[in-house]
């Protein structure tokens, strides 16, 4: 079975700039999470989402959004690019067949998003 | 509020020694998950293990293995006989039913030397 895919992996934009990713989950998970990727931060959630409905939203800034398609593919995007953005942006995808239970997240390669 | 500590920022060790990396959480919830996850150069995070907060039961898989301890709220990882394929970065993970995100420690930055 083919893991998460994430497009593109390597990324340059300039400050101001808006750029979107793209994540393909495992056939048959259901649900998708992003997380950036840091040196000073670490790894930090920023949303996930289930039948195409965020259900959980990190300590981010509006500037970043996401959705999820019905085939349960997902995109973010962030807006008015910062300098601060430059990151690893990790896509994770979970089965979730069970409510109230929480399946085991598999990640993406990652896409490096460099803002210049 | 949840949190992970990974106080090992980074260790390094000669091929075939025995290392532990520590890892210890905080949470209020009752039932809870523990994870460990591997992020060699490459970038991507590789699962390597998931332990329910009421499963105490330790796990060994080949030259790995864990020790879940809720008296001391931490979940260590031990690799037996390193080896220099055994570099990266290894994250401790926290999750709860009261949301679907993955709390991580810092990392701890393993170097095998031959």
């Known amino acids: 079975k083919a893991g998460v895919t994430q497009t593109p992996r390597y990324l340059i934009k300039t400050r101001g700039q808006q750029v979107t990713l793209s994540c393909s989950p495992i056939?048959?998970?259901?649900?998708v999470s992003w997380y950036q990727q840091t040196p000073g931060q670490g790894l930090q959630f920023l949303f996930e989402?289930?039948?195409?409905?965020?259900?959980n939203k990190g300590n981010f800034p509006g500037r970043f959004s996401g959705r999820q398609f019905s085939n349960s593919r997902s995109e973010m995007n962030v807006s008015t690019l910062e300098l601060g953005d430059s990151a690893l942006y990790l896509c994770?995808?979970?089965?979730?067949?069970?409510?109230?239970?929480?399946?085991?997240?598999?990640f993406g390669p990652g896409t490096r998003l460099t803002v210049l | 509020a949840q949190k992970v500590t990974q106080a090992q920022t980074e260790i390094s060790v000669v091929e075939k020694e025995d290392v532990t990396l520590d890892c210890v959480y905080e949470?209020?919830?009752?039932?809870?998950?523990l994870f460990w996850y591997k992020q060699p150069p490459s970038g991507e995070l590789v699962f390597l293990i998931r332990?329910?907060?009421?499963?105490?039961q330790n796990e060994i898989s080949g030259r790995y293995s864990w020790n879940f301890q809720k008296s001391t709220s931490s979940f260590n990882f031990t690799i037996t006989a390193s080896q220099v394929v055994d570099s990266a970065v290894y994250f401790c993970?926290?999750?709860?039913?009261?949301?679907?995100?993955?709390?991580f420690g810092k990392g701890t930055s393993l170097l095998v030397t031959p």
């Open positions: 994770a995808s979970s089965l979730e067949t069970s409510g109230g239970v929480t399946d085991t997240q598999y």
């Open positions: 056939s048959g998970h259901r649900s």
């Open positions: 989402y289930f039948s195409e409905t965020q259900r």
């Open positions: 949470t209020r919830d009752t039932t809870y998950y």
């Open positions: 993970a926290l999750n709860s039913n009261s949301g679907y995100a993955l709390n």
């Open positions: 332990r329910n907060s009421f499963d105490e």
